[in-house]
């Protein structure tokens, strides 16, 4: 009940919400939010962990659609992008504050890893299926991983130029559909 009010008044007034305004959305005293919460940044890492944990349910579930079919190596690509801008979207609110503002720790760091790390098989797995991507299709998948995201987060999801959102994702899946054959 905490955390989903604070969702809603970090998406409202962005940094500037307070844990009175918190406490008053979610209909509790302040003192049941510091009972939980010591403060406005633990507040924004617990959204953070749960942002986290429902990106990874969305992309595992993706991944493992992928795995039960036979897409070209150009249809893998595209649902990887569009699903993961999806999960990403469901709270696109939150997920310029979180991932900009939200201090990394250790143990959320971790949790992104073990992501990628079950990631990479699934892709490479496509990539051998596919023929494409070069002889090493574990660093090839694992590339991939790493520069979506970063790609995702840094030009395909980020306010910027003129491009609308889809252009910058077909961009993003023209790049990464153009791997070279085996």
């Known amino acids: 009940m905490i ?18 305004r ?5 209909g509790v005293s302040i003192g049941s939010v510091y009972q939980y919460f010591p403060n406005k940044r ?7 962990e749960q942002h986290l944990q429902q990106v990874e349910a ?16 150009s249809d893998v690509v595209r649902a990887l992008v569009t699903g993961a801008i999806d999960a990403h979207e469901k709270h696109s609110g939150m997920h310029h504050l979180l991932y900009e503002h939200t ?31 070069g002889p090493d299709h574990e660093l090839t998948a694992a590339l991939l991983v790493h520069g979506i995201d970063a790609q995702l987060h840094r030009v395909v999801l980020a306010p910027g130029d003129d491009r ?3 252009e910058r ?14």
Not at 3 to 20: I, W
Not at 22 to 26: C, D, H, N
Not at 104 to 131: D, K, M, N, W, Y
Request: net charge neutral; with cysteine.
């Open 103 to 133: 201090p990394r720790t250790a143990e959320g760091v971790a949790q992104r890893q073990s992501l990628f790390l079950r990631l990479v098989p699934v892709i490479a797995h496509q990539l051998r299926r596919c023929s494409v991507g």
């Open 58 to 73: 969305d992309l595992l579930a993706l991944s493992h659609d992928i795995a039960q079919l036979s897409p070209r190596w």
């Open 169 to 182: 994702a077909d961009a993003l899946i023209a790049l990464w559909s153009a791997l070279p054959a085996d």
């Open 42 to 48: 633990a507040i924004l890492h617990a959204l953070s």
């Open 164 to 166: 609308t959102p889809t």
């Open 3 to 20: 955390l989903e009010a604070a969702a809603q008044v970090f998406q409202r007034e962005g940094l500037s919400a307070t844990t009175n």
């Open 22 to 26: 918190i406490a008053e959305r979610a």
